[in-house]
C-alpha cells in the first residue's frame, strides 16, 4: 500500500480546485479525503489550495503554507485542517544533549507552530476553525480505522544451559 500518490476524486462536483491534481502525502490524508468525498454533511472540500504566508522564527523570512484541508460543511462552517502525526504536535524531549536528531525535530516543531499560529489568524479573519488532526482525532472521528494489527509478542526468553565446571583438588 503506498503513503502517497494521486487521489482520484469520485464526486468532481464537490471538490474546490483542481480535480485532477489532488496528491495524498500520507495514508492519513487518503482516509481524510475518503471521508470528506463521502460525507454528506461536507459541501465542498479541497487539499493545499489555499495559501497562507507564515513568518519562520528561525531564519526571519516569510513563507508560504498549504495546508491539507479546506472543508466546507452545510451549517456554514469552514475548517481549514492540518494532519500530523501526535508527535509533531509537541515539544521534542530534550535527551539530555543536543543530538542532531533533536535539532531538528525542534526546527521543525517551530515551524509548524509558526506556520499554525499563521492558520489560526487567516482563519479568525475569516471567521473559519483551524483544527489540527493527529492519528487520535482521525481514529476517535472514525476516518481512519483503528489498528487491526496486534502489538507483536515479546521474544522468548532462551533458555542459555550453564556449562558445569569441573572444579581440580
Not at 485532477?20 to 489550495?49: G, L, P, Q
Not at 479546506?70 to 530534550?94: D, L, R
Request: charged share 30%.
Amino acid at each position: 500500500m503506498a503513503y502517497s500518490g494521486t487521489y482520484v476524486i469520485k464526486y468532481p462536483h464537490k471538490y474546490d480546485g483542481d480535480h485532477t491534481k489532488v496528491v495524498y502525502r500520507s495514508m492519513w490524508e487518503k482516509y481524510a479525503f475518503k471521508w470528506c468525498e463521502n460525507n454528506d454533511e461536507i459541501v465542498s472540500w479541497s487539499s493545499e489550495e489555499i495559501v497562507v504566508p507564515y513568518f519562520y522564527d528561525l531564519d526571519n523570512k516569510y513563507h508560504r503554507y498549504y495546508p491539507d484541508l479546506k472543508i466546507k460543511f452545510k451549517s456554514g462552517k469552514v475548517a481549514m485542517v492540518e494532519i500530523k502525526p501526535y508527535v509533531q504536535t509537541k515539544t521534542p524531549a530534550f535527551p539530555g544533549r543536543k543530538t542532531k536528531r533533536y535539532m531538528n525535530e525542534s526546527f521543525a516543531y517551530i515551524k509548524n507552530v509558526n506556520k499554525w499560529k499563521a492558520a489560526e489568524n487567516f482563519c479568525a479573519d475569516r471567521k473559519w476553525v483551524f483544527w489540527i488532526w493527529t492519528e487520535r482525532e482521525l481514529t476517535n472521528m472514525g476516518i481512519m480505522p483503528k489498528s487491526t494489527k496486534g502489538l507483536k509478542p515479546f521474544p522468548k526468553k532462551r533458555l542459555i544451559k550453564k556449562k558445569k565446571r569441573k572444579v581440580l583438588t
